[in-house]
Structures are given as C-alpha cells and as structure tokens.
T-cell receptor, first 115, second 115 residues
Framework: DAKTTQPTSMDCAEGRAANLPCNHS???????VYWYRQIHSQGPQYIIH???NNETNEMASLIITEDRKSSTLILPHATLRDTAVYYC????????????????FGKGTLLTVNP | NAGVMQNPRHLVRRRGQEARLRCSPM?????VYWYRQLPEEGLKFMVY????????ESGMPKERFSAEFPKEGPSILRIQQVVRGDSAAYFC?????????????FGQGTRLTVV
C-alpha cells in the first residue's frame, strides 16, 4: 500500500514553476522520499530523492518539511515535455530482514503543462 | 533510462503460448525489480531479485509466472500459457546496491499483447 497522498491532477503554464505536493504523514525516520515520473507509458524516470534535507539536481528541487510529513517537488521552469504522471514514493525496508527496498507506486499526480 | 535494456519492446503472443521478457540491468547493478502496468492502471510490483536469488515475489501471480536472474546474463520474466489478461506493459528496474538511499533506474518496458 502506498504511504503517500497526492492530488490527482494539476495544471501549470509553460515557463512557470510547477509545485507538486505530497503528504506522507506516517513516514518513519529512516524512510526516504522518492520522486519518479512517467511520460505517456514510457518507463518511469527517476527525478530526485531525499531524507530530511532539501535536495536539488539538474531536474528539480525537493523541499521536505521539518516534521517530514510532507514534501514538494519543484520543477523551476516547466516545459511541455514535463507533462507526465509524477509519483511520490516513500521507500521502506521490507519485512525480509530489512533487505527489500522495493518502490511502491500509488496513483500519482498528472501534471499537464499548458502552452 | 537508456542504461536498463529490455527486449523485446513489443511482443505479440497467441493465447496459450509462452512469453519470455528479458531485462539487462545497468552495468554493475545486481538488483532487479519487475513491475506490471495494465492499460490505464498504475505500476504494480511483481518481483525483486538479486543475482541468483528471489528476494520478494509477493506481487507475482501464483501460477504461470516465474522470474530468474542468473549469475550470468539478463533477468528473465516468463509467462506460460498466456491469456488476454496478461496484456500489459512490463517494466524492470535495476539498482547497484542494497539500500533505501539508492535510486533504481527503469527500462522502457516490454509491451505484451495477447491475441
């Protein structure tokens, strides 16, 4: 079961920042927040991940609240090619003695970037 | 995504035939995950393998489906006696080491159509 809550869909104007929220109120101290996206049935694409500090890479920024119960993915200058389903995932260690770090995908947010 | 190679990209099988899907992980990666995405649905975890070991197969259907990741060569997802309901996109992902702080990279998937 996914441990995150995301809006079903969002719109963003091309060139503007896209801010995608995610709630993960039951997150544990050693669990990471991951973001992936899937562009029209292609393979999921890794975007970014973090534990408690804010993170930035060439694709996006990840802002995690101090209590770690929510986070926001920021695409600073959205383009039409950023239209995709964005998945926020809390990565947990499984029951197999802590040796299973599978990613569990929820329904994600469909971000539509409009011209 | 380009690093994880899946083949074939498209596979058509008649009902009752066998389907073999191959996944070559990125160089140096010894962990492979398989996911299935039915039309208009989300990504569902199927199985997690390390070299020569199945770690978690909790998402695999009990019959007709099997997976392996031999010491040499690609990971194979095998579906025996395919039925129309097996039509889906099958994605694999790989990661280099074990841990919650290690991103997994996905391939472009194999689209199986059962006619």
């Amino acid at each position: 079961d996914a441990k995150t809550t995301q809006p079903t869909s969002m719109d963003c104007a091309e060139g503007r920042a896209a801010n995608l929220p995610c709630n993960h109120s039951t997150i544990s101290g050693n669990e990471y927040v991951y973001w992936y996206r899937q562009i029209h049935s292609q393979g999921p694409q890794y975007i970014i991940h973090g534990l408690k500090n804010n993170e930035t890479n060439e694709m996006a920024s990840l802002i995690i609240t101090e209590d770690r119960k929510s986070s926001t993915l920021i695409l600073p200058h959205a383009t039409l090619r950023d239209t995709a389903v964005y998945y926020c995932i809390v990565r947990v260690a499984g029951d197999s003695g802590g040796s299973n770090y599978k990613l569990t995908f929820g329904k994600g947010t469909l971000l539509t970037v409009n011209p | 995504n380009a690093g994880v190679m899946q083949n074939p990209r498209h596979l058509v099988r008649r009902r009752g035939q066998e389907a073999r899907l191959r996944c070559s992980p990125m160089k140096g990666h010894s962990h492979v995950y398989w996911y299935r995405q039915l039309p208009e649905e989300g990504l569902k975890f199927m199985v997690y393998l390390q070299k020569e070991n199945i770690i978690d197969e909790s998402g695999m259907p009990k019959e007709r489906f099997s997976a392996e990741f031999p010491k040499e060569g690609p990971s194979i997802l095998r579906i025996q006696q395919v039925v129309r309901g097996d039509s889906a996109a099958y994605f694999c992902a790989s990661s280099p080491i074990l841990g919650a702080d290690t991103e997994a990279f996905f391939g472009q998937g194999t689209r199986l159509t059962v006619v």
